[in-house]
């Protein structure tokens, strides 16, 4: 299949992958309408086109925290990212540094933060969930800071796992889950060689010391279950800050209320995100939350956003609503199963290219230029 768009990646990614992983990353939670209008909501966002701009040179390059980006966008955490594709989050990072974007690793990913940092160059984050362990936490910041990376993402919205029906469904939980994972890797032979058979371990790699060199897929939906903290409040998380002194980035914010206790916190960043639809049905798109917390905390930290980003277009719009940068979430999940390291770095340009026919179109030839004017 020839890929000449962002969205082309996705149906390669669903002929190569078993259901139960195809399903996990195109999932939401309940009936996912919030997942839908994630695109939906950012799809509907009408840009000002204007003509006669000298649009001869267009910029992309910005700063977040201080360090230059090329352009204004990272790669987002995904777990178990590992299993779309061999070693997929080190395929990824490789992709994104050679791009001079941010990667950021999940706590729970496939591969640890040691292996990749042993092999992929700088910018690497790593994201960290609210764990019940506050020594294992402590260890895992502790792992971070040896293994150098740049900024911790702290993902606030998940104190408990949404109610992501698929899943049971399709073997990535529920019963015989194991025996319908192994039938369907048997039914995709290209997956089953390239994941399956010599992607191996495939243990939660950055939860191996307290899961054991034995864990695999089985430990990831029970972990995630039963080791989330419910209880933690914004006060919890003054440790956090004092323990880490890099670049802290809050993420799963919907409201101005929370982002203001961010940027109380000493957050240097926020996500503004509703876990791709993947929490709570019902909430706000980000593209309909954004606006509302850039009015509120705008110029005292940087503003991320996720969810519903599909294109370069799509970082366009975030950015008129008020968003510094972007992180991406399915989009380069479905490049990385598609192509791999290549699918992913093929993602990048095409984002690249799609930014800078829309800021052209806009009249807009720096990231700055780009705001509420920029809206119709």
């Not at 591969?111 to 990749?116: D, G, R, T, W």
């Not at 954004?290 to 705008?298: K, S």
């Not at 968003?323 to 390291?341: I, N, Q, T």
Request: aromatic share 8%; proline share 6%; with cysteine.
């Amino acid at each position: 299949m020839i890929v000449s768009s962002p969205l082309d990646f996705w149906e390669v990614a669903r002929r190569r992958l078993p259901r139960f992983l195809y399903d996990y990353a195109a999932g939401g939670a309940y009936a996912e309408r919030t997942m839908a209008r994630n695109v939906e909501d950012l799809g509907a966002i009408a840009l000002r086109q204007r003509v006669l701009r000298d649009v001869a040179e267009i910029d992309l390059s910005t700063h977040w925290f201080g360090r230059p980006m090329p352009m204004p966008i990272g790669l987002g955490p995904i777990g178990i990212s590992g299993m779309f594709r061999r070693r997929g989050e080190v395929q990824a990072a490789r992709a994104a540094s050679a791009a001079g974007l941010p990667f950021c690793l999940s706590t729970v990913g496939i591969c640890s933060l040691a292996e990749i940092t042993k092999i992929v160059p700088a910018p690497i984050w790593f994201q960290l969930y609210v764990i019940r362990d506050r020594a294992f936490m402590r260890d895992l910041l502790a792992t971070a800071r040896e293994q150098g990376a740049q900024a911790l993402v702290f993902t606030v919205d998940m104190p408990v796992p949404g109610a992501r029906y698929r899943d049971a469904h399709s073997g990535m939980s529920g019963p015989y889950a194991p025996l319908r994972r192994a039938w369907q890797a048997v039914t995709h032979p290209r997956w089953a060689w390239d994941v399956g058979l010599n992607g191996r371990p495939h243990r939660l790699g950055n939860l191996e010391p307290v899961l054991g060199k034995s864990s695999g897929m089985n430990d990831y939906m029970g972990w995630l279950g039963s080791n989330f903290d419910p209880s933690i409040t914004w006060k919890d998380l003054d440790w956090i800050r004092s323990e880490w002194t890099g670049p802290l980035i809050i993420k799963g914010i919907l409201d101005p209320e929370d982002a203001r206790s961010a940027v109380e916190l000493g957050a240097n960043g926020i996500v503004v995100s509703n876990h791709g639809g993947r929490q709570l049905d019902g909430v706000l798109s980000s593209a309909r939350a954004l606006p509302p917390i850039a009015d509120a905390v705008g110029g005292r930290l940087t503003i991320l956003a996720d969810s519903g980003v599909r294109s370069g277009l799509d970082v366009v719009r975030m950015l008129a609503l008020g968003a510094d940068g972007v992180l991406l979430g399915r989009a380069w999940l479905y490049a990385l199963a598609a192509r791999g390291e290549a699918g992913v770095s093929q993602l990048l340009e095409l984002f690249r290219k799609e930014m800078i026919v829309a800021m052209t179109l806009t009249g807009a030839r720096t990231i700055a230029d780009i705001g509420a004017s920029s809206l119709a």
